[in-house]
């Protein structure tokens, strides 16, 4: 099944504990992403990666790292994570650059950081 | 950073009636995609509008581009509860698919029996 993959889907660490977030996906897709969900403030993009070994910040990244070293795999990671990084996120893939290219989501990733 | 605008924030109805959610920009887009998400899910992929004036249909569901590429609006007919959820609208700027979307915050839609 194609399908888009974050573990974990629940997470509650403190302050300052190093943690992350995988993203694996089967569709060999060469674009991936992800992004926070808050509240009043909508899908809001942390980072980007256009192929193995190529990534970009989006609108949010302060505060995240991600890696892009195989095709499948978009791990997020909070060096040094606070409470203002509490949100739902989201890892998503599409096949190419094109314009209406459609963006597979996993079913996300709820941090709590206490 | 470029910036949709969807109304209205909520809406709740009772079934069989129909509604018009509206997705709106200054910026022109590329293409604009709208996506449905249920809690617990990510988002999930309904329809990509391309051509100014693009009208697509999805059973009970119409999808309308702007002429201009810069708004677009979704209709549903006789709404049923199935259709409860978080709609979001998604504009490609830079070439879209998942490193060039932006969203809207989204309609949260309910649907009474």
């Known amino acids: 099944e194609a399908q888009v993959t974050q573990n974990p889907r629940y997470l509650i660490t403190v302050t300052g504990k190093k943690l992350t977030v995988t993203c694996s996906q089967n569709m060999n897709h060469e674009y991936m992403s992800w992004y926070r969900q808050d509240p009043g403030l909508g899908l809001r993009q942390i980072y980007y990666s256009m192929n193995v070994e190529v990534t970009d910040k989006g609108d949010v990244p302060e505060g995240y790292k991600v890696s892009r070293k195989e095709k499948r795999n978009f791990p997020l990671i909070l060096e040094s994570p606070s409470p ?12 190419y650059e094109g314009s209406g290219t459609e963006a ?7 941090l709590t950081v206490v | 950073t470029q910036l949709l605008e969807q109304s209205p924030q909520f809406l709740s109805i009772q079934e069989g009636e129909n509604l018009t959610v509206y997705c709106n920009s200054s910026s022109v887009f590329s293409s604009l995609q709208w996506y449905r998400q249920e809690p617990g ?4 992929l309904l329809v990509t509008v ?8 999805l059973k009970r569901l119409t999808f309308q581009f702007g002429d201009a590429r810069k708004d677009s609006s979704l209709h549903i007919t006789a709404a049923q509860p199935g259709d409860t959820g978080l709609y979001l609208c998604a504009g490609a700027d830079r070439g879209g698919g998942a490193d060039g979307l932006t969203f809207g915050k989204g309609t949260h839609l309910i649907i009474q029996p």
């Not at chain 1, 203002?84 to 096949?95: I, K």
């Not at chain 2, 899910?41 to 999930?44: A, K, L, N, S």
């Not at chain 2, 391309?50 to 009208?55: D, F, L, N, P, R």
């Open chain 2, 50 to 57: 391309v051509t100014g004036g693009e009208v697509k249909k």
């Open chain 1, 104 to 110: 597979f989501f996993g079913q996300g990733t709820r």
């Open chain 1, 84 to 95: 203002n990084q509490t949100s739902l996120y989201f890892c998503a893939s599409s096949l």
């Open chain 2, 41 to 44: 899910e990510g988002p999930v």
